[in-house]
């Protein structure tokens, strides 16, 4: 499976198929995404949005994905988030501390749409480690965009608490302007929650007195923070949509999850309903490639 980049205008409306490709966009050549179009083409297709931890190692995630997309005929779109330019992106990116993350997923999910055809309207979405921070808090940002998702290993969360302003609670926060959190809305959104039963390090963990409220470790965030949107579900009427699952035996790992937890395998069977796994589905992620947090 080889990488391509592209800038040249002549290739505009059209992308490899078959290949991780990783492109700038056109209107910011400063932002890198990766995406993967599978063979069959990408006409209304299905998209899949993934987003990485703190490492930024985006690839680890399309080299494992991308075998799946290309049996079940999903469009992969896997934004890179920089240290320099997305400080914040966990916290969707508040002013003063880097661009905003969920208007550039916006952007590249708006880019492949139109290059491919793909239906970009809503979007299926995963997040690791800090992508799971960006996911479960661009939902709640904008529920109306994704269709269902998958958060595992996130190290903190934001809570449906009025009472707390963002990103610990929905209370709305200056630094992110025009964004406004209804329970009412986002809590309609299927949201699967998944973390290692041995994920429970504090390295790399936040620990300030209101994320250490939230739990000791990632694997009592992750299920406090299911029981506070089930609980928040059930005082607005709303069928509850959030679950939570344990996986034993894996610890904060993206390669063990991978490869002991199954975790593509869990992801495309909460997301698109598939259960029979690819043939060619990528045998392992060398350890340097991913290590995410």
């Not at 690839?59 to 799946?68: C, D, G, H, K, S």
């Not at 002013?95 to 208007?103: Q, S, T, V, W």
């Not at 269902?148 to 709305?172: C, E, L, M, N, S």
Request: aromatic share 10%; net charge positive.
């Amino acid at each position: 499976m080889t990488t391509h980049k592209e800038t040249d205008p002549k290739l505009q409306w059209s992308l490899p198929r078959g290949n991780i490709v990783r492109r700038v966009l056109r209107n910011d050549p400063a932002q890198e995404y990766l995406t993967y179009i599978p063979k069959s083409g990408a006409a209304n297709a299905p998209v899949l949005a993934t987003v990485h931890g703190i490492s930024r190692n985006a690839y680890a995630q399309a080299i494992m994905f991308a075998p799946y997309c290309e049996r079940f005929g999903v469009v992969l779109v896997a934004p890179r988030f920089t240290a320099t330019q997305h400080k914040d992106y966990q916290r969707l990116g508040r002013k003063g501390r880097g661009l905003r993350a969920d208007k550039v997923l916006d952007n590249c999910l708006t880019e492949v749409a139109l290059l491919t055809g793909a239906d970009a309207s809503r979007f299926s979405f995963f997040g690791y480690s800090g992508g799971a921070q960006f996911v479960h808090r661009y939902i709640m940002a904008h529920p109306h965009r994704v269709i269902k998702a998958v958060v595992v290993a996130a190290g903190w969360y934001t809570y449906p608490d009025h009472k707390q302003r963002f990103p610990y609670g929905i209370r709305p926060n200056r630094r992110l302007p025009g964004v406004a959190f209804n329970p009412e809305e986002f809590l309609h959104v299927p949201v699967d929650v998944l973390v290692g039963s041995q994920d429970t390090t504090t390295r790399n963990l936040r620990q300030t007195d209101r994320a250490n409220r939230q739990g000791k470790n990632r694997v009592e965030r992750a299920r406090n923070w299911a029981e506070a949107m089930q609980e928040a579900a059930a005082t607005y009427g709303v069928e509850p949509a959030v679950t939570f699952t344990e996986i034993p035996g894996v610890d904060h790992s993206f390669e063990k999850f991978c490869r002991h937890g199954a975790l593509v395998k869990r992801v495309f069977k909460s997301l698109f309903d598939a259960s029979i796994e690819p043939s060619n589905a990528a045998a392992h992620v060398s350890s340097a490639a991913a290590r995410d947090h």
